[in-house]
């Protein structure tokens, strides 16, 4: 088996696929109607409310703020992926997750120059798996110290 | 020689020079990615290569009709890499002396370089390389 650091979780916003570091990752949450608190926000932050984990409470993000996707799941649908932060944890909304994959099966691809201003500040790098582009998800650039805690 | 590569989009027909023409592909899938310019209306995957195809209705004014949709993609060279314009009819590639350049009629047109009257019709000639800049300068507005 690979190790985590080598293995990629896949999850979608919309139609858009992204990979993320399973390393990262510490659950998968589904089913979050009774779980979900959707009056702690700061959508400042992107933070549509916070999830009941673990006897904590932790601050929910919805990246569709930051990349302006559109989904037609009402938040309750979805999945969170709880991430490890530099605060703690915290909890990534996704539409669906579609598995895991080894870096051996990605193929590196360049943004063209072209779109890198229109991208800055929101994905860096891409994939494909079987042709299909997949973005990198950055944590860090979605919650991170710079955050307000709720 | 010159030649253009003439292809039709909505109630537009376009004309590219053959020199910037790299290929025509069929019914390929494009993808959606986040934070593209307005300008841009998907992605597509050639060779590996992410292309960025150009939404034409930017030229026209006119939103007539999704490019994502187009059976055909035209990918072209610009100087700032390949970009790719959707077309619904490919016309073929005709000799420029085949026909007649005509100066540019549409107020607003942008990134028209002029006209190519062929056998009745008239084909806006596209400015492939300020087609692409555009992606750039939309960001920097």
Known sequence: MCPAGTRKL???LGEVGFLLGLEEVVEICEHLTEKFNPSRTDMDQGIVGSLSFRQTQIPVV???????????????RKSALVLRGSEGNWALLVDRVGGIVPATKLAACDIPPLLRQS???????????????????????????????I | MIRYGLFCYGSFAYAVPLLSMRK????????LLPMLPKVVAE???????????????????????????????????????????????????????????????????????????????????????????????????
């Open chain 2, 43 to 141: 992605i597509l995957v050639d060779d590996g290569r992410l292309v960025p195809v150009v939404e034409l209705s930017q030229i026209t004014d006119r939103q007539e009709m999704s490019a994502c949709s187009a059976n055909y993609k035209v990918l072209a060279s610009s100087v700032a890499g390949t970009v790719a314009f959707p077309a619904e009819v490919t016309c073929g590639i005709v000799a420029a002396q085949k026909g007649q350049l005509l100066p540019t009629k549409g107020a607003g047109m942008t990134g028209i370089t002029g006209v190519f009257g062929y056998q009745g019709k008239e084909y806006n000639i596209l400015d492939v390389d300020y087609l692409a800049m555009a992606m750039t300068e939309e960001v920097a507005q």
């Open chain 1, 62 to 76: 919805d990246p569709a703020f930051r990349l302006n996707t559109h989904s037609h799941l009402a938040i309750t």
């Open chain 1, 119 to 149: 991208i800055e500040g929101c994905y860096s790098q891409i994939s494909l798996i079987e042709d299909e582009p997949m973005i990198h998800f950055e944590p860090e650039k979605y919650y991170g110290s710079s955050s307000v805690a």
């Open chain 1, 10 to 12: 896949i999850f979608h």
């Open chain 2, 24 to 31: 025509i592909v069929h019914q390929r899938r494009g993808y």
